[in-house]
């Protein structure tokens, strides 16, 4: 699919409805996970031009980095370690408004200032988590959870 995404205005939720039409018509005839996840991550940097979105994926007990945009991150998250290990570990998106609150918050970026991590399921298990970072505090909210939840739920359609 060659076609450019419409970077849409209005309310949060309005955005995120343009896009999530987008993104189904993305990834509806595209079978590998990994691809879909880095055109994910292209189209929500597009769109909301947060600092930084990427997947951690699961193997041997850590999240490894997957596909991501943004500055160079962490490339291994141990399980509940961390906003993301900690997402990984209680089963649930966790919004995080500042992180140098959150104990035993990892740095990847001096930068990044507010987080959420939403849980990518499979037959009921995690197998990745999507990370976003903010250079602003307090930048996520029950919208961004409800939204992104959704988006997160197409890749499990995926085999």
């Known amino acids: ?21 987008q ?7 595209e079978p590998d996970l990994i691809a879909n996840m880095a055109n994910l991550c292209a189209a929500l ?8 979105i990427g997947f951690y994926l699961v193997k041997d007990k850590q999240l490894v980095l997957g596909p991501f945009q943004g500055p160079v991150a962490c490339t291994r998250i ?12 209680e089963n649930k998106t966790i919004i995080v408004p500042d992180v140098n609150l ?8 001096s930068l990044s200032k507010s987080e ?3 849980p990518v399921f499979k037959h009921d298990k995690i197998v990745a988590v999507l990370d976003i970072d903010s250079r602003d505090y307090g930048s996520f909210d029950e919208t961004d959870r409800r939204y992104l939840e ?7 359609k995926i085999d």
């Open 116 to 118: 959420i991590v939403v």
């Open 78 to 89: 141990p399980y509940n370690k961390g906003v993301c290990g900690t997402a990984w570990a």
């Open 23 to 29: 993104l189904k018509a993305l990834l509806e005839d």
């Open 45 to 52: 940097k597009t769109q909301f031009n947060w600092l930084w």
């Open 102 to 109: 959150f104990p035993g918050h990892i740095a990847c970026s």
């Open 150 to 156: 959704q988006i997160c739920q197409l890749l499990e």
């Open 1 to 21: 699919m060659s076609e450019t995404f419409s970077i849409g205005t209005g309310s949060k939720s309005e955005q995120y409805q343009n896009l999530n039409i």
